[in-house]
């Protein structure tokens, strides 16, 4: 038995989430739809995270366990062939150890969230982004991000359905920066909360519009309520970026 370490690039928008569900489809059932298909094995894919319906992946690292003896290269042009016409990509493929995990070695994890500024409708980056007409100040939104860097209770950034033992989380770094009417909002920590990601993101453009300001996103994480959510941005524009391992 091999373990095999994977790096994945996805379009979300097909898909109801990463994880294998009864509903629709999934990357983690396409991926191991392609892997049975190769070596007649039921090969389950464990992924640094889970993302939901429409979120997307730059670069998700998993692992599988593959008894059929083949190269890393091998595996990953196969993989590829089979995955076709998904948008599922396997970017890199190599052997680790047997006590590897995609999720539990994982010591960070990095999201980035692209709002398109503009009034023109959409054409290429249609959900791939989130559109907002209105002008958003850029300042104010970094600033409002500042005050949820740290160790917080996120309990008003959590959805009703997280099922995290805690809502204790410590975020590293939560930036937005503009490039022209694209602004990138970039979030990194050890892991996060169900729908963390873009009910942060809700609340900053609610500040970049004018109908917030910083000290209302502080007050909403000092509330520790969910009712207290001003917005949760919709997932087209969010993207797990990248997983952090020991060297």
């Not at 389950?44 to 997307?56: C, E, F, K, P």
């Not at 959900?127 to 209105?134: D, F, K, N, S, V």
């Not at 300042?139 to 204790?168: I, K, N, W, Y």
């Amino acid at each position: 038995m091999t373990r095999f370490a994977l790096t994945v690039e996805f379009d979300g928008r097909p898909f109801m989430g990463w994880q294998r569900q009864a509903h629709g489809p999934s990357v983690q059932q396409a991926i191991e739809d392609a892997a049975y298909s190769i070596t007649g094995e039921a090969v389950i894919v464990h992924a640094a995270g889970r993302t939901d319906a429409g979120v997307h992946g730059l670069a998700m690292r998993a692992h599988c366990d593959i008894d059929k003896e083949m190269t890393p290269f091998r595996l990953m042009e196969a993989l590829n062939a089979r995955l076709r016409p998904h948008p599922v990509a396997i970017l890199g493929c190599e052997i680790v150890p047997d006590d590897w995990h995609a999720r539990f070695s994982c010591l960070g994890r990095a999201y980035v969230y692209r709002i398109l500024n503009r009034r023109a409708p959409l054409t290429f980056d249609t959900g791939l982004a989130w559109q907002i007409g209105q002008p958003l100040d850029v300042s104010a939104m970094h600033e409002a991000a500042q005050h949820l860097v740290g160790m917080h209770d996120f309990t008003t950034f959590r959805s009703v359905h997280c099922q995290a033992q805690s809502p204790l989380k410590s975020l590293d770094r939560l930036d937005v920066v503009r490039d022209g009417e694209r602004i990138a909002v970039h979030a990194e920590a050890r892991s996060f909360l169900h729908h963390q990601v873009r009910s942060m993101v809700g609340c900053l453009a609610l500040v970049g519009m004018g109908k917030w300001t910083p000290d209302n996103v502080r007050e909403a994480l000092e509330a520790k309520d969910r009712g207290a959510l001003g917005l949760n941005a919709p997932p087209d524009g969010l993207y797990f970026v990248r997983a952090v391992y020991p060297a």
